[in-house]
């Protein structure tokens, strides 16, 4: 009996617009897999369809993370897809980028352990060296600092 080789398997499709539009940048930027695509590989073709079916039923924050663009953008539509592709480039999770994208808010001790933790941040030599030298890590530590001191306080009632 000869061994036949394993043939991967395509994941299974994602739930939300988000993930799909994750997965698309994901194959998008996989040569290999953009290679097969160009060439017409029917799989690849029918994984490139439902990918954006699925982003296709989200709303205006999850079309914009897709980095899909309507046949007319508004200048906010451009400015959330590049803050998502941003984000998404620092190791940012799209559940992250959503609540973003959508405003968000924190209690009032999140808000304040935030701020000591970016005031000892950048009191650190080392991390201010690293952060700004572009230490992706540290980049990702402070913008995600940001979003939370930049979406304010949740009403304690």
């Known amino acids: 009996m000869t061994?036949?080789?394993?043939?991967?398997?395509?994941?299974?499709?994602?739930?939300?617009?988000?993930?799909?539009?994750?997965?698309?940048?994901?194959?998008?930027?996989?040569?290999?897999?953009?290679?097969?695509?160009v060439s017409g590989s029917p799989s690849h073709l029918q994984e490139f369809r439902d990918l954006h079916e699925i982003v296709a039923k989200g709303d205006h924050v999850d079309m914009a993370m897709s980095g899909l663009m309507p046949e007319m953008p508004s200048s906010s539509h451009r400015e959330m897809a590049g803050t998502a592709s941003m984000l998404r480039e620092?190791?940012?999770?799209?559940?992250?980028?959503?609540?973003?994208?959508?405003?968000?808010?924190?209690?009032?001790p999140e808000y304040e352990a935030?701020?000591?933790?970016?005031?000892?941040?950048m009191s650190n030599p080392d991390f201010v060296k690293r952060y700004i030298g572009g230490d992706n890590e540290a980049r990702r530590k402070m913008t995600?600092?940001?979003?939370?001191?930049?979406g304010g306080i949740q009403d304690p009632t």
């Open 144 to 150: 995600l600092a940001n979003i939370i001191l930049t």
């Open 90 to 108: 620092l190791g940012i999770d799209d559940r992250i980028i959503k609540e973003t994208l959508t405003g968000h808010m924190v209690t009032k």
């Open 3 to 37: 061994e036949q080789p394993l043939i991967p398997e395509t994941p299974a499709l994602p739930s939300t617009p988000a993930e799909a539009a994750t997965r698309l940048d994901q194959l998008k930027a996989d040569p290999k897999w953009a290679s097969s695509f």
């Open 114 to 121: 935030t701020e000591r933790w970016k005031k000892d941040a």
